[in-house]
């Protein structure tokens, strides 16, 4: 079983900066395949980057140089760098793990309870 759980949440003025966290509950987090997802309120959720065990990388278009995913395996600990930030990021942000696929396409068995991300204009 994994527990993710997320935090670095809150409010910011756009153009501003976040680092959120997720720390996990595993017993071999460093195998785990871990991902970014998004929801804004009224939207689908979304992916916004995603780490593979080798620490390879991948990003959606729309936070491609704004947005850096990393992971410190030591810590059991998944990271999202966000900067310059935009209204459009506001959004419950989520951590996810699995351990059979990555990427921005794949579909991850575990999940955090989400972190909220409010940009103001």
């Known amino acids: 079983q994994v527990q993710l759980v997320e935090s670095g949440g809150g409010s910011v003025q756009a153009g501003g900066s976040l680092r959120l966290s997720c720390a996990a509950s595993a017993y071999a987090y460093s195998a785990l395949y871990m991902a970014w997802f998004r929801q804004a309120s009224g939207k689908e959720r979304e992916a916004v980057a995603a780490i593979n065990t080798f620490g390879m990388t991948s990003y959606a278009d729309h936070v491609k140089g704004r947005f850096t995913i990393s992971r410190d395996n030591a810590k059991s600990t998944l990271y999202l760098q966000l900067n310059s930030l935009k209204s459009d990021d506001t959004a419950t942000y989520y951590c996810?793990?699995?351990?059979?696929?990555?990427?921005?396409?794949?579909?991850?068995?575990?999940w955090g309870q989400g972190t909220q991300v409010t940009v103001s204009s």
């Open positions: 996810a793990a699995d351990s059979v696929d990555w990427g921005l396409l794949a579909r991850y068995r575990y």
